[in-house]
């Protein structure tokens, strides 16, 4: 295996040391951000403003290697490459601004540029992978995925502005990286994902989702279940959690509109072939009555993982529950387990590991939020959808945006102005909140 090879990275310049410039406002059209939105009120307008100027326009970088185009940084000043999960956000609000199609398309092609860099360099099993995040020289390139929401990124966009030529270039691409994530992570094909790391490293395997959650903890990484040879590592984890396997789904599910879109027909029987079968999955043996929601599990024994975490409700965005089991997790959802005086803690607070600030467990994300609200409002459940957008968007117009967020007092922690925050804004802009309202105007350019 060639993996050192493609790794190793040149060290003659510290990190402290790069500069990362934001792309000259005169490269694009300018916005009139007062003349883009409507608002409820004019605390609202403000916070949809700062949001498009933080967590979005500021986050445009100019190309440095290995990124050959325009690309996205999440925020602050430690993550230095352009992400998955955080950066389909950012382009879910660029994609509402007029003449950025040729731009989003860049972003999107330093995807696939890493995918054939990695190809090169790879074995067959792991080939068309797309890594957690593309690294700036002299970092060493992660050997890992993530939250696989490429596709659903492809579709908001799309959505906003309409551009064919973005669906041209991605949905092949994303289909090779759904079938690595298939082949790679369902390892008994039962229709469940694991996680994992080429390193061997746990926590680069959960780095693949919400890292610290509580049900990891006492994961470890073992070999490929049924292939042998002398490269071989404990590359895969032992268990399967439900936030991966929910996003996986969802990504399906872009992509079947999508390829009906471009009228791929065969593309479309291909991935509902796979949602069936994924869904399957996680109702058989993820599904737990007596906690209301999706659990994790032991990969090989099955066996459930009995704490709650904020990806245990990630299946409602995904259209798995059955609308029984949706109704009961509302009712899970609104019961003080999860009722927090900022909703949605990323544990249940009945969790002897629950604390109201901790990283992933028991703080409150925006991102996460946005999803849940989703797909609560999709199965109906718009009273809570709306009651927790409220106040998620109340408190950041309160205490700031931020990463993430003490789940009692509000408090704003971790990264100001973080990119995944956006998502504050989408809230307003689908619809799912009810005091604080948000629509665009037509856009203003100048």
Not at 100 to 114: C, L, S, T, V
Not at 136 to 144: L, M, S, Y
Not at 244 to 273: C, F, H, P, Q, T
């Amino acid at each position: 295996m060639k993996r050192r090879q493609f790794l190793k990275t040149a060290t003659a310049a510290p990190l402290a040391g790069l500069s990362f410039h934001p792309l000259r406002a005169a490269d694009f059209p300018t916005v009139d951000l007062d003349g883009l939105f409507e608002a409820s009120s004019p605390e609202v307008l403000a916070l949809a403003k700062r949001v498009m100027e933080k967590c979005v326009l500021a986050m445009i970088r100019e190309p440095v290697p290995p990124l050959k185009h325009t690309w996205i940084t999440p925020g602050g000043p430690h993550y230095r490459g352009q992400w998955i999960w955080d950066t389909m956000f950012v382009l879910d609000h660029l994609s509402i601004l007029p003449g950025r199609e040729g731009q989003i398309r860049d972003i999107f092609q330093n995807y696939w540029d890493f995918q054939d860099r990695w190809n090169a360099s790879m074995p067959e099993y792991a080939r068309d992978m797309i890594t957690v995040a593309i690294k700036t020289d002299p970092q060493e390139q992660r050997q890992f995925s993530q939250i696989p929401i490429l596709a659903w990124g492809v579709e908001r966009v799309f959505r906003h502005n309409g551009d064919k030529k973005l669906l041209e270039l991605c949905l092949g691409r994303i289909e090779r990286f759904h079938e690595w994530y298939w082949r790679e992570r369902d390892l008994h094909d039962n229709g469940l994902i694991t996680l994992g790391a080429y390193t061997g490293n746990v926590q680069h395997a959960k780095w693949e989702t919400f890292d610290y959650e509580c049900n990891m903890d006492g994961m470890k990484m073992t070999v490929h279940p049924t292939r042998k040879g002398p490269n071989e590592g404990t590359w895969y984890a032992d268990i399967c959690v439900p936030g991966n396997n929910a996003y996986l789904i969802m990504g399906e599910r872009s992509l079947v509109r999508l390829a009906e879109i471009m009228g791929d027909k065969a593309m479309v029987e291909r991935r509902k072939a796979r949602i069936e079968k994924g869904v399957e999955g996680m109702r058989k043996h993820l599904w737990d009555e007596k906690a209301g929601t999706f659990l994790s599990v032991k990969r090989e024994t099955l066996e459930k993982i009995p704490v709650a975490t904020i990806g245990s409700w990630i299946p409602l965005a995904a259209g798995v529950p059955t609308a029984e089991q949706a109704k009961r997790m509302a009712e899970v959802l609104a019961s003080p387990s999860w009722q927090t005086p900022l909703p949605v803690p990323t544990v249940d607070r009945n969790d002897s590991r629950w604390k109201s600030g901790a990283f992933w467990r028991g703080d409150v994300w925006p991102p996460t939020n946005y999803q849940i609200a989703t797909g609560l409002a999709a199965y109906g459940h718009h009273e809570l959808a709306a009651d927790i957008c409220d106040k998620t968007i109340a408190n950041a117009i309160k205490n700031g945006i931020s990463e993430n967020y003490d789940s009692v007092t509000g408090k704003a922690l971790g990264v100001p102005d973080y990119s995944m925050s956006s998502t504050l804004v989408a809230m307003m802009l689908d619809g799912l909140s009810r005091k604080h309202r948000l629509k665009l105007r037509n856009v203003v350019q100048r």
